[in-house]
């Protein structure tokens, strides 16, 4: 008789799982093409969700050429953005010469000065050549040095590039841009739900404006 009752109650649930509606696919923005203009995330989240605000998430890192070529073009695109947009860096750190600037944001973070020294650090590295560059060997002694120049400690501020709250940051954007389907920097991600595409700056931040919009009306 119990094995009588198992079998019925494992032909109940099949039937169940059988009958219920599968989930949506995550819909299409209107006037944007899936895999041209944006790729979608299965069951995304938002990355640091804010109550009423649609997020936006940069993938970046200082010592990446296309992103200090990004970067003047999507600073002055921020500063148009409306006030329930929220913007949010995450620093990779795929490859050697960029670990040190990923912990370098985080610890400037620590220390307030991300709103001083983003711009700079990328001048520094691709203009100035004062920063250790693509494919040269991490020093995170100059490092910590320059932003010495903004007021940080220079010790405190090594301290906490290799501090146990800037691994698990560091760890946490790394398994964002994973789950995001991140293949290179930079890149753009809105509310964790579309990975933006497009053939150049302009376009892929016209279609992040398309899904900011199409966010906000979700």
Excluded at 185 to 192: R, Y
Aim: aromatic share 12%; charged share 20%.
């Amino acid at each position: 008789m119990k094995l009588h009752a198992l079998r019925s109650a494992a032909a109940l649930l099949s039937m169940l799982l059988l009958a219920a509606p599968l989930a949506p696919a995550l819909a299409a923005p209107p006037g944007l093409k899936s895999g041209t203009d944006y790729v979608p995330i299965d069951k995304g989240e938002a990355l640091d969700p804010q109550p009423g605000k649609v997020e936006v998430v940069e993938f970046f890192n200082y010592a990446c050429p296309a992103c200090n070529s990004f970067n003047p073009t999507f600073q002055a695109w921020k500063k148009k953005l409306a006030a329930d947009v929220h913007v949010v860096y995450a620093p990779l750190d795929f490859r050697p010469d960029f670990v040190q600037y990923a912990r370098a944001f985080y610890a400037a973070e620590q220390f307030g000065l991300v709103e001083k020294t983003h711009d700079a650090v990328y001048a520094g590295v691709h203009e100035k050549h004062t920063l250790p560059g693509e494919g040269y060997k991490p020093d995170e002694a100059k490092i910590a040095a320059f932003y010495a120049g903004y007021g940080a400690n220079p010790t405190e501020f090594q301290a906490a590039m290799d501090s146990f709250t800037v691994n698990a940051k560091i760890a946490k954007a790394r398994q964002y841009a994973q789950q995001c389907r991140v293949m290179s920097t930079p890149s753009l991600v809105i509310n964790g739900r579309y990975l933006v595409k497009g053939k150049d700056w302009d376009e892929i931040l016209k279609n992040a404006d398309t899904l900011i919009a199409y966010e906000r009306k979700r």
